[in-house]
């Protein structure tokens, strides 16, 4: 008897992502030696690869497969989302190429090769990389809407709790919820599929791939029952456990030293994730302030003739895990008053702010001294706004999840503000408003996501009417 797709190589998500893996590697291979027909052009005959060039595009090969495949893009889940898969493929070909211009740069070897071919190579390689993407999410989509990647599931148990996993489960598009199975005999409240007695010819008869069991904890004997019933069945298993009636989130499930766990909090970025944003904010911040500091320049002679006082205004801040740093930035207020124990927000109108300030703190210009703090480690480019000592203090007492915000390097810049929440907040509520979207960052942190928030800052700071 046919079984289902599970373990079979009728999965058509499973074999597409295996496509993928052979694709994005020949793609990579093909587009390089193209570039070099181009480069050359050489049309009426072969043209002969040197063996540098040869190396080079099988490197590219290994790490494209690796990074794309560190990124998750090979995962079912990320394969239905067109737009991430071009953003993760942009990125990691851009990964990809950094790595073999740093290794060619240690070697000593980057003469060998045309930078025209390079050139050619890269913008080559991301169109096929984004049009094979393109082509597998719509394929994917079609096999959606034909109904091709659904999996059989059948959830163990009755009752609310039961219909509410069915219910959710369906609703994903991704499950076919053949039916409920009665942990016990008797008349039921809901139309069940069958019996727990009758489990294992139920799962054969219906060729169910996936199992759910949503029985309560009462029923002690029900996870034994469903597993001796799919011993010698190619099939999925899952326990949806009965939590305490609290609002936990679940990160996933874990097995330390042979102990099952589930995953109720989390670091939110790997050690792979912290290395990509370290190299991410050391890499950018140098060539940032290689090339803003004509602007800084400019800025400190306007200030220093505007005003008495230092170019620098140096503050303590609050950071990674509550440690302290001095966060710098361009001193646009005519005098300071400010201790650790009280702050006072810059206001609309705020008599303080000096002539140059005033267009320092519009343009954000204020803010590129940090770009030091950057490249100290102190700071990142993109994450949550570094806030005053007072402010930790006052607002960790009225926002319950404010210290959140620690368990990221503060940024120069973040979702917050790019979002219209920058800018003083004199009302509890503003700043609540503040947190929910840094937090909405840390969750959700990604290259792409850094990169996007990076190319809109400019142009948010032009039109923000809460930059003052």
Known sequence: MAWGRTGSLSDPEALLGGLLRLLDVLVVMVTGYLAYLLRGQQFDEPANLPSAYLIALLAAGFLTLNVMHMSGIYRPERLRQPVQQVARSAVAWSIVLGTLLLFSALTQTTPIYSRVWFILWALFGLVGLVAVRTLASRQITRWRAQGLTLKRMAVVGTGPRAETVARQMRDTGDYDIVGLIATRPGPQQQAVLGELSDLEALLRERQIEEVVVAAPRSEVGVLAEVMAAVRGLPIDVRLVPELPDLELPIYGFDRIAGVPTLHLWRRPLSPWQLLLKALEDRLLAAVLLVLLSPLMLLAAIAIRLDSPGPILFRQRRAGLNNRVFVLLKFRSMTHCTDS??????????????????????????????????????????????????????????LIADYLARQRMKPGITGWAQINGLRGETETPEKMRRRVQADLFYIENWSIWLDLRILFLTPFVALIDKNAY
Not at 341 to 346: I, L, P, S
Not at 352 to 366: C, F, I, M, N, P
Request: glycine share 6%; no cysteine.
């Open 340 to 397: 650790e124990t009280r702050v006072d927000q810059a206001r609309r109108n705020d008599p303080r702010v000096t002539r140059v300030g005033a267009l320092l703190r519009r343009s954000s210009v204020d803010e590129l001294p940090q770009l030091i703090n950057v490249l100290r480690g102190e700071m990142s480019l993109v994450g949550p706004r570094p806030h005053a000592i007072a402010h930790e203090t006052q607002y960790s007492q």
